[in-house]
């Protein structure tokens, strides 16, 4: 830009001309360019309502997205609960022989102050009858509490079964010894008199089975609890 005065070249953005002092024509703003402004909202353009018959379709009941096992917490183990499959016929079999033989238990116990009624032979034969009693109903009453209280636990099952086993080797022992010495026999007709052995004997016959029952309804339970294991 030159000086209107003396038509000197001014300095860029000198307000005054350096040779005559003639101050600098002031410039013009440049005019606004057009094409570089946002044009104004038109007033009349609206946004057009939503198409009614255009719907977003309903989800696909039968497509399901898989869980991700990486967002969920791992599901909660529970020990072996009232599930387990030997339960029922372990702890069924363990109640009835819990009341038998503790009943039996007691009764052996009481047989004890009958033995001064014995002497000779018979005597050390009722003795050691007793004292097997004695044995193996304590041994089947304690095997059952622990069957009731370990019916639901599937570790158990191994150690129920040969619990559950010693018992019918103590069985047998105390079956060859009364059949051999017919020490009930004598015992019960001593005591009770001839006429009641038979009725006792009956009994016996009767309630036999539940002696091998019961414990193998027992081991059986046992193992399908070992099996689960």
Known sequence: MNCVNCGQRLAIGAEFCATCGAAAPRQAAPPPNPYGQVPP???YAQVPPPNPYVQVP????????????YTQ???????LDISSPGKKLIMIPAIIMICIYGIALLSNIGSVFTINMFG????????????LGVVISAYVVTVSILGVLWCDKVEKGKLLVI???????LWLAELLFTNLSKVSQAMFAQTYGAEVVGLITTTSLVCAPLNLILPLLFIIGAIKNKRAN
């Not at 309903?58 to 096992?69: A, I, L």
């Not at 917490?73 to 020990?79: L, R």
């Not at 000779?120 to 004292?131: A, C, E, F, K, Q």
């Open 163 to 169: 619990l559950m086993s010693g018992y019918g080797v």
């Open 73 to 79: 917490m791992p599901p909660q183990v529970t020990p």
């Open 58 to 69: 309903p989800p696909n009941p039968y497509v399901q997205v898989p869980p991700n096992p």
């Open 120 to 131: 000779g032979n018979l005597r050390t034969l009722v003795i050691v009858s007793i004292m």
């Open 41 to 43: 909202p038109n007033p």
